[in-house]
């Protein structure tokens, strides 16, 4: 079929805006941010702007449960709420939830009918820590595992992967899927530190065995070490799994500026790794590749982290960022925890 639209879909929705609160990190101006640069570097132009819709509520039961979605669906109208001493809530927060997770759908569908082969999706609030019955961690409803359930009941999608590149570990996402064997969980993510999961004997339970793969990371990681990662653990995982699908929970977090974190990865990091990953999708899913913004509360880190994982997507060089390199220290030796690791994945 002739292709009239560019293989690259994006989502986003002023309605993204509207969950705030004063003086929280993660705020609307992270979202203006990225799509500002996005604007102002021709990029949006070159991308296929996927419609949002609204999550329905069948679709969250998925992965939710009913009092997780009443809980979140009590606070539209209410100017300010608190689900945890971290994650709040405020008029539009419920309508924004909706449409963050329906945006990831919309997305995901769009890959499925072909229309598009990849895309990123620009949502607020972020997904990755709601847990089947809980907001955390800043999120509501988890958008990549909504859009994950999605995608597994198209006919011939089998096996989905979700890489988690945020500074965080996605624990919602991963007990979602613990025992499920048709989703590939990988996380990389600082260690220890918040929400204090992802160890490496955490490796999934029941038929979902082995489908869980973290490697906690120590503070002063960088580009290198993450390199070693992607490369060692990441993709042969990845590629044995035969993933069909892969999500991304795109955080920007981990980079150097980052305010909540200690890990030192660069643009020009997180560009390699989306090329890394961008090969992964072409050679075993047809290029089906969808992100999903997580966190990243440095402006600057964001806009030009995000930015280098859309020119991965659009085929673009890496533009070089004005933040540039990392601290030069040296890298903690992680070669006992790669070791482990592999051993206890069998890579
Ligand atoms: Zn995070």
């Not at 895309?119 to 997904?127: E, L, N, Q, S």
């Not at 064997?181 to 990988?186: D, E, I, K, Q, S």
């Not at 795109?250 to 305010?259: I, K, L, N, Q």
């Amino acid at each position: 079929m002739r292709r009239t639209m560019s293989g690259v879909g994006y989502v986003y929705d002023p309605l993204y805006l509207e969950h705030e609160l004063p003086g929280h990190p993660e705020r609307p101006e992270r979202l203006r941010a990225i799509m500002s640069h996005l604007e102002e570097s021709g990029l949006v132009s070159q991308m296929t702007k996927v419609e949002p819709r609204d999550a329905t509520i069948p679709e969250l039961r998925f992965v939710h449960t009913e009092s997780l979605i009443e809980e979140v669906a009590a606070t539209a109208g209410v100017d300010r709420h608190r689900f945890d001493a971290d994650t709040y809530g405020s008029a539009r927060s419920y309508d924004a939830a909706l449409r963050a997770a329906g945006g990831t759908l919309a997305a995901t569908e769009a890959v499925l009918r072909g229309e598009i082969d990849s895309a990123f999706c620009f949502v607020r609030p972020p997904g990755h820590h709601a847990t089947p019955d809980r907001p955390m961690g800043f999120c509501l409803f988890n958008n990549v595992a909504v859009a994950t359930a999605r995608a597994l009941e198209e006919p011939g999608i089998d096996r989905v992967a979700i890489i988690d590149i945020d500074v965080h570990h996605g624990n919602g996402t991963q007990d979602i899927f613990y025992d499920d064997p048709r989703v590939l969980y990988f996380s990389t993510h600082q260690f220890p530190h918040y929400p204090g999961t992802g160890h490496w004997t955490e490796i999934g339970s029941g038929d979902g065995e082995g489908a869980t793969t973290n490697v906690p990371l120590p503070a002063g990681s960088g580009d290198d070490t993450y390199r070693r990662c992607y490369t060692e653990i990441c993709a042969p995982a990845v590629r044995r799994f035969r993933s069909q699908f892969i999500f991304v929970s795109a955080g920007f977090d981990a980079h150097f500026a980052d305010p909540l974190a200690g890990i030192l990865l660069s643009a020009r990091g997180y560009y390699n790794i989306a090329t890394l990953i961008r090969e992964l999708a072409g050679e075993l899913c047809e290029g089906r590749l969808v992100y999903a913004l997580e966190g990243g509360y440095d402006l600057t880190a964001i806009a030009w982290s995000a930015r280098a994982c859309v020119d991965t997507l659009l085929g673009n060089p890496f533009a070089e960022d004005p933040l540039g390199a990392g601290p030069a220290v040296p890298g903690p030796d992680i070669e006992p925890l790669l070791v482990e690791v592999k051993r206890q994945h069998t890579l």
